[in-house]
């Protein structure tokens, strides 16, 4: 950070925007501490620089806030006890008469002050204080309240720029094709027609495949569009849907491993049940879609690159770009842009790979658009997963064991060891079992996947949710009340379930066709429930009408953005529901665009009221722990409604007949 | 085919030299620098495109060039009034009625067309009027929200 004579304040933010509003909130956590006024305070997006000097600049697993809590307050804190210290030396007074307030320094009770621009050339020149000073939370002027996202001005002018709208002098537009099979590449391409195109200029190949370079980026689509494009589809020309289920029911009648065992021998204990219930639950293939296509603009010079991009991940951007022009990482210039979405699909940087290589092909900047049809067809898909439960209750009707068999495809790829991230929600929960056994079993395939919005955390969570709902219903148990018991080691958990069910009205009677669920979920150091309202209709279709959501991801930094955060992790959960799947057929992603990759339309939307509860410390995750308990809320509830159990996402009509 | 095609953008007359046959979207955005309006899939699903054509929401990436000659045309760089923000413009600051962003120019024209029309709608037909305009982030409610609260004050 940097205070001018004139007193503004200039930070350089190291985390992105992609809506999320973390920049704001980590503007909020320094200009607290620093005893800022907000309207003197300036952003500047930090090019990416090393681990050792930003930290990590990544935005994923919902920790700009948390991680950046320290560093961004402790800098604001200590420019504050250098600016005191500076006013207390000008005065000659003890630095403890002196005060820091409204970006000025007090002295005692007098009614004199110094303002910042008038000390920060004095205090630049003071030892940093070894001992940083934070505020006490009670002396907070933004911390804790709903400051509005420094970004939404830009945004709704038009004025924002994001990928798509970065400019450079002399830069050129071009668009590319992969290969449509994964793992196929290119053999050759007939551009005759591709350069009778007005604006089109060259095609360029590229590791992944072929790009058309034009004037403007209408040229380019229409050039790309009249490409005779030859490819050698590779081995997985054949692939489909079908065989990848096949796969995973196959993979799941094999010996998986043991992840995790609880409580008395629970093979023992599945083995002498006297009854047992058993469920397979499925979820499909998600892509990220964001509204923004995959983008970047690159200017490779003699010895050094340029790079423009939207981006969650600025230093794996700055790594890949080194590789790929075997350049030091220090000539690698990565400029981060607003994000048109991200949710975890900007965390690769296959895109600027793209970039970089075609810049470098033509020797000038170019900005490397890919169409709707392209991100859908190339991006890293949320895994699909399958999951085994199973339940045995004694004799006398005891629940006395749980089972838990993930079957999916592991980002890690180890086969020596179980993949606990895949296992979110299966494993380590607060669940007190009578006894448990959740297993892995890894099963890959040629389809590339990737983090989306909590990872593995949602589909683990769907599977356990559903199945709690299950085995309450074959006790007898209100599924409310039956969580509640078992997890009386997690009192945040109990009170998030309490919050939600209150607000839904958990026990009062709904009209036919109705119903009310529940469940809940922790990842990434937030907990949280949602209570779901939904109807079903006579041609079986599934209306959700109001989710009542509480989160407790400890200490709050800005309400307004966390309930942002619940209400859009609800309507991009509820995508996974009602609509989103990627299935392949020979090869290739069946889907092009939003007409076979539906989004949650303003009709399909619930009401979404978020009620924070403030657990305590530490400070928790916001962005992914919404997304987990939602799809098993709305399965629960449509069970309320129709008694018809839906085990696989998305839901099918079909399901409910 | 090269032609000369003459209309009003954002209250001042354009005249340009090119083929009529163009798509608007990227008229809009490479010959006129306006990159307020966004390309999110360029065959009308989206939204992300949508313009105001003589007062209509249009979807400019389904719009040849000629198609405007003669006509008003808004995008979100005029829809303010100078310095002056729209009602909508403001009603979505206020309500934080997005998050990335991407999809909000494309809201905030279609909804103005919506108001245009009819400046009073139901709750009904402001999610009506709003179905073809997708967010990915999920800020749905909050647009909803900020569209009644804006036709309320207009």
């Known amino acids: 950070m940097a205070i001018d004579t004139d007193g503004k304040v200039t930070i350089w933010m190291p985390r992105p925007e992609m809506g999320q509003g973390s920049r704001t909130g980590l503007t909020m956590i320094l200009a607290d501490e620093l005893e800022a006024d907000w309207d003197r305070i300036e952003l500047i997006q930090a090019l990416a620089g090393p681990r050792a000097v930003w930290g990590s600049m990544t935005a994923g697993g919902s920790t700009s806030i948390r991680q950046f809590w320290g560093p961004m307050g402790d800098a604001g804190a200590t420019a504050r006890q250098m600016l005191v210290a500076a006013a207390a030396a000008r005065w000659g007074v003890p630095v403890e008469t002196c005060r820091a307030e409204g970006h000025a320094v007090h002295r005692g009770t007098t009614g004199e002050k110094l303002g910042y621009g008038e000390l920060v050339e004095d205090a630049a020149r003071l030892p940093v204080p070894e001992e940083v000073v934070r505020k006490d939370p009670s002396e907070f002027r933004y911390i804790d309240r709903p400051i509005p996202r420094l970004d939404i001005p830009s945004k709704v002018d038009g004025s924002a720029v994001f990928g798509f709208d970065f400019r450079v002098p002399d830069m050129k537009f071009a668009t590319i094709r992969r290969c449509p099979v994964f793992g196929g590449q290119l053999r050759g391409f007939d551009d005759t ?19 058309v370079v034009a004037g403007s980026s209408w040229a380019a689509m229409k050039g790309m569009d009249a490409l005779v494009i030859d490819w050698d589809e590779g081995p997985n020309a054949g692939l489909s849907s079908e065989q990848i289920h096949d796969q995973l029911a196959q993979a799941a009648t094999e010996e998986p491993m043991e992840a995790e ?9 599945l083995d002498g049940a006297a009854k047992r219930i058993e469920a397979v639950y499925e979820c499909a293939y998600v892509s990220h879609s964001p509204m923004e296509p995959m983008v970047a603009t690159a200017h490779v010079h003699k010895d050094s690159v340029d790079v423009w991009v939207p981006t969650q991940a600025a230093q794996t951007c700055q790594n890949t770009a080194a590789r790929v022009l075997d350049m030091p990482r220090e000539q690698v210039r990565i400029h981060t842009l607003f994000s048109g ?20 092909s033509i020797g000038g900047p170019v900005q490397v658009f890919w169409t709707r049809v392209e991100d859908t067809q190339h991006g890293f898909y949320r895994p699909i997963s399958r999951h085994h439960l199973e339940a045995g209750f004694d004799a006398a009707g005891n629940f006395t064991v749980w089972r838990h068999k993930v079957v999916a495809h592991s980002m890690s790829s180890r086969t020596d060891r179980v993949d606990n991230s895949a296992l979110a929600g299966a494993r380590s929960l607060s669940y007190d079992w009578p006894s448990s056994l959740i297993e892995w079993k890894m099963s890959n395939t040629p389809i590339p996947v990737g983090a989306w919005r909590s990872v593995y955390a949602a589909q683990g969570w769907f599977a356990t949710e ?9 006790l007898g148990r209100d599924p409310f009340e039956f969580r509640m018991e078992l997890l009386k080691d997690d009192p945040r958990m109990q009170e998030v379930l309490r919050v939600a069910a209150e607000a839904i009205g958990w026990s009062r009677e709904t ?23 939904v109807s079903v209709d006579s041609r079986h279709r599934v209306k959700v009408h109001r989710i009542e959501s509480a989160i407790d991801s400890g200490w709050v930094v800005n309400p307004d953005s966390v309930a942002a955060q619940v209400e859009g992790g609800v309507v991009l959960a509820l995508q996974t529901v009602l609509h989103g799947e990627i299935t392949l057929r020979n090869g290739r992603v069946e889907q092009e665009t939003f007409a076979e990759f539906p989004l949650v339309t303003m009709e399909e939307a619930p009401l979404v009221n978020t009620h924070i509860v403030k657990g305590g410390s530490p400070l928790g995750g916001v962005g992914e722990p919404p997304i987990p308990p939602l799809a098993p809320a709305v399965v629960n509830a449509v069970y309320a409604a129709t008694g018809k159990r839906l085990r696989s996402i998305p839901i099918r009509t079909d399901d409910l007949r | 085919m090269r032609e000369t095609i003459e209309f009003t953008l954002n209250g001042e007359p354009v005249s340009l030299d090119t083929d009529g046959d163009r798509i608007l979207l990227w008229v809009l955005r490479t010959d006129l620098e306006l990159t307020g309006t966004k390309y999110g899939c360029g065959i009308g699903l989206c939204g992300s495109c949508t313009v105001l054509v003589d007062g209509e929401a249009e979807r400019s990436c389904a719009l040849p060039l000629r198609a405007v000659r003669g006509r008003e045309v808004v995008t979100i760089e005029g829809l303010a009034g100078g310095e002056v923000l729209h009602p909508l413009q403001e009603e979505f600051a206020e309500r934080g009625a997005l998050q990335c962003g991407y999809c909000t120019p494309g809201m905030l024209m279609n909804a103005a067309g919506l108001l245009n029309g009819n400046p009073h709608p139901s709750r009904e037909e402001i999610v009506d009027g709003m179905e073809g305009n997708l967010c990915r982030c999920g800020a749905h409610k909050r647009i909803i929200e900020a569209i009644d609260a804006a036709s309320k004050r207009m």
């Open chain 1, 193 to 211: 027609e591709t350069l009778r195109v007005n604006g089109v200029e060259q095609v360029v190949e590229f590791s992944e495949g072929v790009a």
């Open chain 1, 511 to 533: 009209p036919e066709g109705t119903g009310i669920g529940i469940a809940c979920g922790f990842c990434f150091g937030g907990r949280v429930a949602h209570a779901a309202e």
């Open chain 1, 466 to 474: 559903g199945f709690i709902d299950e085995v309450a219903a074959e």
């Open chain 1, 261 to 269: 065992r609880t409580g008395d021998d629970p093979r023992a204990m």
């Open chain 1, 341 to 360: 979405g991200a949710f975890g699909r900007r965390l690769q940087a296959d895109y600027v790979s793209d970039a970089v290589q075609i810049s470098r």
